[in-house]
């Protein structure tokens, strides 16, 4: 069956880094996404690609945030300077239809662990 | 703005008990509303439901969605230690030229034996 996958699966960087999250979305789907869920709390809503373009994004995802689909493959999350609250599983989802009956596929997530 | 509500929050049951989660949304532009299971990682899918009043079954899990009063069930019967997880219920929105889902913030259901 086909999968997402996400690379790294636990990352640990120092407070003001820049870090980039790796994704691999289904090769012919075509709607992509990142949710982030912080320990303890819901998985909340980041921001939706489609057409080389964001589609959509939370009041979470600020400037210091950035997505990117650089080789036709790769789907990848950027925050520039990471804070401590940045800590949280980032999960990488796709979607193949905009059609009510497709269903999401996510990856298994990336921990990201800000010191 | 769009909410998702679970309940309970968290239930503690034993094993061969029967058990019925809730979801009830307010949100805009309704597209369907799924139903994820999350262990450890990622959420992995059991349900989707897009019409009232037709139940979708996969072996011991069962569910139905209202769209009238907005709100679906989920129904676990004969419990086993291994449906010991958090349960998200989450409904597809549609906005712009994608959707998104929104999440409830989890039934976490632990099974005794």
């Known amino acids: 069956e086909p999968e997402v996958t996400q690379t790294p699966s636990h990352q640990v960087t120092q407070m003001g880094q820049e870090v980039i999250l790796r994704c691999v979305p289904i090769?012919?789907?075509?709607?992509f996404y990142w949710y982030r869920q912080i320990l303890g709390q819901k998985v909340e809503f980041l921001v939706s690609?489609?057409?080389?373009?964001?589609?959509?994004k939370s009041e979470i995802f600020d400037d210091q945030f950035s997505v990117e689909r650089p080789d036709g493959s790769n789907f990848t999350l950027k925050i520039r300077s990471t804070k401590l609250e940045d800590s949280a599983m980032y999960f990488c989802?796709?979607?193949?239809?905009?059609?009510?009956?497709?269903?999401?596929?996510f990856g298994s997530g990336t921990r990201l662990t800000v010191v | 703005e769009d909410k998702v509500v679970q309940s309970p929050l968290s239930l503690v049951v034993h094993e061969g008990d029967t058990v019925t989660l809730n979801c009830s949304y307010e949100?805009?532009?309704?597209?369907?509303l799924l139903w994820y299971k999350q262990e450890k990682k990622a959420p992995t899918f059991l349900f989707m439901l897009?019409?009232?009043?037709i139940e979708k079954k996969s072996g011991r899990l069962s569910s139905i969605l209202d769209k009238k009063e907005l709100f679906s069930i989920l129904n676990i019967t004969a419990t086993q230690t291994g449906d010991s997880a958090v349960y998200l219920c989450?409904?597809?929105?549609?906005?712009?030229?994608?959707?998104?889902?929104?999440f409830g913030t989890g039934t976490l259901l632990a099974v005794q034996p």
């Open positions: 989450a409904v597809d929105c549609y906005g712009g030229a994608t959707n998104k889902l929104i």
């Open positions: 897009t019409s009232s009043g």
């Open positions: 989802a796709s979607k193949g239809s905009y059609l009510a009956n497709y269903g999401y596929t």
């Open positions: 090769s012919n789907h075509l709607y």
């Open positions: 949100v805009t532009n309704f597209r369907s």
């Open positions: 690609f489609y057409n080389n373009e964001i589609s959509e």
